[in-house]
């Protein structure tokens, strides 16, 4: 049985809104079809985007226009988000009827949003549970929050200027939790913590704790010579990126590597 709407009208509340930006854009709603086929206007699913990746998911109209239609005059432009703000709001409400409010694309004077509560971003719920559990420190939480990181914000817009702030600030927490699982599973499970510090090279190769924790992680599972040259690339990558050296505890990893490393082979005499 649908709920009833909170305003008491008799009408059945909308189902709450899921949208999806975490390895590409799609929404959802709540026991119901996706609505992506729905979409009869780039621009429509341009500007749910643009709400989406928005601080408070709330943004002037002023703001829209400059992104979408950034060489139309004014009034082409207004005239222009008008139709994109109809299409989006019966691409996420087919059953709108005309001229009647969206339960999810709220329009408050020159300000647009998602309606708060009613709309659920999977980006938003991944930062939150990083947040907790980075300050919480504890192995299960920082791997479930590392696992609802399902991949890149909006890849189909991966050059797009207003995406990118907050594609970095999350691809920023995610290199936390993943420095945080390497870093707890170096005593237990060296090899795993090993793999964490990998993912992260793999996106910032000049992150100087990755490298200390993937030689380190070398050198509790006995593989010197690997951690020496892990040590080499780390210091490379710092040169070349940064222009500095590896800090004192990196050097006192790679000092440990060198006395245990085994003596090299001894070359063969010339015939």
Known sequence: MKALSPDGSGIPAAPPLRVRLLGGFSVTRDGGAPSAQRWARPSA?????L??????????????????????????AAGSLRVALHAARHALEPELPPRAASSYLVADGALLSLAPGLVRVDADEA????????????MPELSAALGLFTGELLPEDRYAHWAAARRGQLALLRERLLLRLAEGHLDAAPERAAAFAQQVLAASPAEELAHRVLIDALLRQGLRRRAVHQYHVCREALDTELGVRPAPETERLHRAALAAAPAPLPTAPPL
């Open 45 to 49: 699913r341009t500007l749910v985007k």
């Open 51 to 76: 709400l989406a990746v928005a601080p408070g998911h709330r943004l002037h109209r002023e703001e829209v226009m400059s992104v979408c239609w950034p060489e139309a005059d004014a009034r082409a």
């Open 127 to 138: 930062e939150s549970a990083a947040r907790a559990a980075l300050r919480l420190g504890h």
